[in-house]
């Protein structure tokens, strides 16, 4: 990882290793694209990286895409250091957001960021979830991304994950 983690987050999870982890609340600066999931992180780029340079924050690891409607609307984010972090300007194509205290399952990535990665270890968490009824689903799933478009392929770190709470 090139970048330090929000203050109080959980170190990713190892590849191929599904875990129950707790996230602090924290602050977050997100683009909402609206189309095909495939192409979020992509399209948030910009944005993104125009608000945290503007406002002269630091950028920290790991990017967030959750996918509210797959296919349709993720939201991509660059979480704050602090869940106090402030910024001085807020483009209108961002907006600044709250994320409560969670838990998720996880499941650790190593390789590249493709759509079909995702797909393949989303379905091992289903799986885990039917074999863990005790658990019910929250939210849609996100993934976490931890390095940066400069990194190899297989060197690349990531988490797909699922919110869950106790039934």
Same mark, same amino acid.
């Given at each position: 990882?090139?970048?330090?983690?929000?203050?109080?987050?959980?170190?990713?999870?190892?590849?191929?290793?599904?875990?129950?982890?707790?996230?602090?609340?924290?602050?977050?600066?997100?683009?909402?694209?609206?189309? %095909?999931?495939?192409?979020?992180?992509?399209?948030?780029?910009? @944005?993104?990286?125009?608000?945290?340079?503007?406002?002269?924050?630091?950028?920290?690891?790991?990017?967030?895409?959750?996918?509210?409607?797959?296919?349709?609307?993720?939201?991509?984010?660059?979480?704050?250091?602090? @869940? %106090?972090?402030?910024?001085?300007?807020?483009?209108?194509?961002?907006?600044?957001? %709250?994320? #409560?205290?969670?838990?998720?399952?996880?499941?650790?990535?190593?390789?590249?960021?493709?759509?079909?990665?995702?797909?393949?270890?989303?379905?091992? #968490?289903?799986?885990?979830?039917?074999?863990?009824?005790?658990?019910?689903?929250?939210?849609?799933?996100?993934? #976490?991304?931890?390095?940066?478009?400069?990194?190899?392929?297989?060197?690349?770190?990531?988490?797909?994950?699922?919110?869950?709470?106790?039934?």
């Amino acid at each position: 990882m090139s970048a330090s983690l929000p203050q109080g987050f959980p170190q990713p999870t190892e590849a191929n290793i599904i875990e129950v982890k707790e996230y602090p609340q924290y602050r977050a600066v997100t683009y909402t694209h609206t189309g %095909d999931s495939r192409m979020a992180t992509r399209a948030a780029f910009d @944005p993104l990286y125009q608000h945290i340079s503007s406002n002269q924050i630091a950028m920290t690891t790991p990017v967030e895409a959750r996918y509210v409607k797959e296919g349709e609307e993720t939201e991509v984010s660059f979480l704050y250091s602090t @869940p %106090d972090m402030t910024p001085q300007k807020i483009d209108s194509q961002v907006m600044v957001r %709250d994320t #409560l205290p969670m838990t998720v399952v996880s499941i650790g990535v190593q390789g590249a960021y493709s759509w079909e990665s995702y797909e393949q270890n989303l379905q091992k #968490l289903k799986e885990w979830l039917v074999q863990h009824p005790e658990y019910e689903v929250v939210s849609p799933p996100r993934r #976490l991304l931890y390095n940066s478009p400069m990194t190899p392929e297989d060197l690349k770190r990531s988490e797909v994950q699922i919110e869950i709470r106790l039934k």
